[in-house]
Structure formats: C-alpha cells, structure tokens
C-alpha cells in the first residue's frame, strides 16, 4: 500500500456508510488524516473505530447537517482545529429519488433531494474554499452520479440535481485552478449500498444486470480508488472533470 497522503487531512461528508466510508477509509489506509462527517452519529462512529483499529492513521467524527450552512461552516472550523489542515474533501453526502416517476414526484421530494444532493454540496464547496483558498491549495471532488451525465428514467429530480453538481464542479474548477484549489467530480454508476437497496430494493441485482456492459453493481471501494486518485498529486493535471465510474454505462 502506497502511503501517499502521510500528513494530509482529508474530510469527507456522507463517511458513515457505502462509497462515503470507503472512501474515508481509503484516505487513511493511505496515511492521511480523516473528518468523517455525517447526520449519522453512529454510523459516523463505527467509521472512525474501523480506521483507528486498521488504518494505522488517525480520524474523527464531526456531526454535520449538509443543508445547514451554519453546520457546515461549523464542520469546517472543527477539521482545522482538530487537524490543522484541510487539504482534501469529498463531497458526498446524498439521498436518493424517492418517486417512482417524474409527474407524481413531489414537492417534498424535490426539496429533499434538491436540498442535500445539490445545495449541499454548493455549502461544502464555499466553506472549503474558503479554507484552502487561505491556505492556497487543496482538491475537491464531488460526488455526482451517471444520473449527472445522462438521463435516467425515474431519476429526473435526482438527475438534475446530479447534471447541477456537474455544473458546480466545472465552473469552480475553472474558477480556482489558479488559485491551487483541484476541484472534480466523480460519477458512479450503481453501486451496493444502503442508497440503492432502499431505491431499488429487489430489483436491484436484475437492474445492476442491465445498467453496464461489465454487467454487475460496484463496489463502494470502486468508486473510493478513483476519489482517492482525483484528489492526490498522481492527478495533478486534471481539473474540471466529471469522471465516469460506472462500468461503462456512459459509454453506450
Ligand atoms: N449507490 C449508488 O449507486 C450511487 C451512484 C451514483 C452516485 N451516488 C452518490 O453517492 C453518494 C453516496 O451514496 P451511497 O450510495 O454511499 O449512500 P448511503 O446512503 O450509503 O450514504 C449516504 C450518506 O449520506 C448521509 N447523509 C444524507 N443526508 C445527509 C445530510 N443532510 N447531511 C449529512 N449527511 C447526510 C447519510 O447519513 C449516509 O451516511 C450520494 O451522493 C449518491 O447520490 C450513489
């Protein structure tokens, strides 16, 4: 194992379950240090205890509401205290779509997912900045999903929330590029996590069999090597990209 991040400090939102866990998980096997931050205490927890006991690195649980700008700022403040640091963050906090099809989506539904899996992200990314924009480096990476690059029948909120994290990404990205500040998004197609079993529930191995030409689901640990990879100085040179994890789906 490549212990590339040895004195780093990486925070990531949504680190109490699926590719949010794997992905902090992954930061610390490779020696950074890690802001696990989630609404979910316990999960966040269990996270931190994973990375103590096996990661040889250190980590703590930060509690963060990603609609909250107040909570986020908060978020924030606690890394560098903590930490000393913000070098690296994963934005990844989501919810999934909960209608089955785009006209008898709601209005809750539509705030909901509009409020965590977009306007969130926008609060992360603002705190951050302001943060590594102090310190003159840094590297995000969002999490944005196939739904952000192409249509997906009865993912029409989810998916626009997804195409606007895109949007966020590329614009920043040109924003701060000179300024030290990487910023990138990855888009994973379906994954095995506790976000797809209550979207999908038994439909999910029949639609993981349809959804790429590998023919399977991720694993979380999948979509956490290329976060991983974005935001460390092996991707140096690539800013702006929403990167396709997804088996190929895009492809077709
Ligand atoms: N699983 C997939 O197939 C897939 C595919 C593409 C993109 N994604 C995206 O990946 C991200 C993670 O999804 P996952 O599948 O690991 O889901 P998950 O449900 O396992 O994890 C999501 C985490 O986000 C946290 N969270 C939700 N709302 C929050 C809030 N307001 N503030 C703070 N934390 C909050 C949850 O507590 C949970 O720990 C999401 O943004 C999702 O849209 C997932």
């Not at 909960?98 to 539509?110: G, I, Y």
């Not at 924009?133 to 029409?156: E, F, T």
């Not at 966020?168 to 990205?173: P, R």
């Amino acid at each position: 194992m490549d212990r590339n991040l040895v004195g780093k400090v990486a925070l990531v939102t949504g680190g109490a379950s699926g590719i949010g866990r794997a992905t902090a998980i992954e930061f610390a096997r490779r020696g950074a240090a890690v802001v696990v931050a989630d609404a979910d205490a316990t999960g966040g927890k269990e996270t931190v205890s994973y990375i103590e006991t096996n990661c040889d690195a250190r980590a703590m649980f930060v509690g963060v509401d990603v609609t909250d700008a107040v909570s986020v700022e908060a978020m924030i403040r606690s890394t560098v205290e903590h930490f000393g640091a913000l070098d690296m963050a994963f934005n990844n906090a989501g919810v999934p779509d909960r209608a089955a099809s785009l006209h008898v989506s709601t209005q809750e539904n539509w705030d909901r997912v509009m409020s965590v899996n977009l306007e969130g992200v926008w609060h992360c990314m603002k705190a951050e900045l302001d943060q590594m924009l102090l310190a003159g480096k840094g590297a995000i990476v969002n999490n944005a999903s196939r739904s952000g690059l192409v249509g997906v029948p009865s993912d029409g909120v989810y998916g626009a929330a997804k195409h606007g994290v895109v949007g966020l990404t590329k614009a920043a990205a040109i924003e701060f590029a000179g300024k030290g500040v990487r910023i990138n998004a990855v888009c994973p197609g379906l994954v095995e996590t506790a976000l797809t079993r209550a979207r999908f529930g038994d439909e999910l191995a029949a639609r993981a069999k349809l959804a790429n030409p590998l023919g399977r689901m991720a694993q979380a640990e999948e979509i956490a090597s290329a976060v991983v990879w974005l935001c460390s100085d092996a991707a140096s040179f690539v800013v702006g990209v929403a990167l396709p994890v997804d088996g190929g789906a895009t492809a077709r």
